[in-house]
């Protein structure tokens, strides 16, 4: 059974005194082991579409399902509950408690679930290459080095799927570079379901699919493995928002 599955959902915002059409019957499934990126533009419904699939909002009409379980008809608490156990969430902007070490970011979800620790947290820190600098406070920390504790968080209760709006958004180049090749290697080494929001053709190109939203419509899906490069990635998702 496929982890995620999006089925013609909508959802319109009320906006400066107008309505603005986010989303207008879209629907995408994500396999399990499966890397998706979500490309358009500002604007476009990417975002919300992640945070439909995250619970973080409710469509007007369609369904999203997580797990095999229908997220709109939960409560509040039920949803927030599901979501600290079944999907792991990624921001741009990190979201780490600054008074905490890495380590203790890492199992924050974990003691708020009221769960045993193990081993688990160390094996997920060495994976993310942070071992030396567990200890380490966000404010000694790279903006690299936060982002892979923030993947390290959202992985910490074996999520059904992984949702990264925007990770490398606040990244350099390198940075940027070591998040996409850790989100791959978690795909294809660990079998994780990662569906990954982004504007970049490059970061984009580290995914298995590409899903391109323009104006609130599916518009495009591909595979990235038909391209020789980035480049060519660009020009196809050129062309399907044209």
Request: with cysteine; glycine share 10%; proline share 5%.
């Amino acid at each position: 059974m496929s982890p995620l599955h999006v089925t013609n959902v909508h959802k319109t915002y009320r906006q400066g005194g107008r309505d603005v059409r986010a989303l207008r019957g879209v629907s995408v499934d994500v396999n399990r082991g499966q890397f998706l990126a979500i490309m358009g533009a500002s604007g476009s419904g990417k975002s919300t579409l992640l945070h439909l699939m995250g619970g973080l909002t409710k469509p007007d009409s369609g369904e999203v399902s997580v797990d095999g379980e229908a997220l709109a008809p939960m409560s509040d608490g039920k949803l927030t509950r599901f979501r600290r156990d079944h999907i792991g969430l990624v921001f741009q902007s990190f979201n780490l408690i600054p008074t905490l070490s890495a380590r203790e970011n890492v199992l924050l979800p974990l003691r708020l679930a009221g769960r045993p620790i193990g081993d688990r947290v160390d094996e997920i820190i060495r994976t993310l290459g942070l071992f030396d600098r567990r200890h380490h406070k966000p404010d000694a920390l790279s903006g690299g080095e936060q982002q892979r504790v923030a993947i390290g968080r959202a992985l910490i209760n074996d999520p059904a799927v992984i949702l990264a709006d925007e990770p490398t958004g606040n990244l350099d180049s390198v940075n940027s570079k070591a998040v996409c090749e850790l989100l791959r290697d978690l795909c294809v080494m660990h079998g994780k379901t990662i569906v990954m929001v982004t504007h970049e053709p490059s970061v984009a190109a580290y995914a298995s699919d590409v899903a391109v939203i323009k104006d609130g419509l599916l518009v495009d899906r591909f595979p990235t493995e038909v391209f020789s490069g980035h480049g060519e990635l660009a020009a196809r998702y050129q062309e399907a928002v044209r």
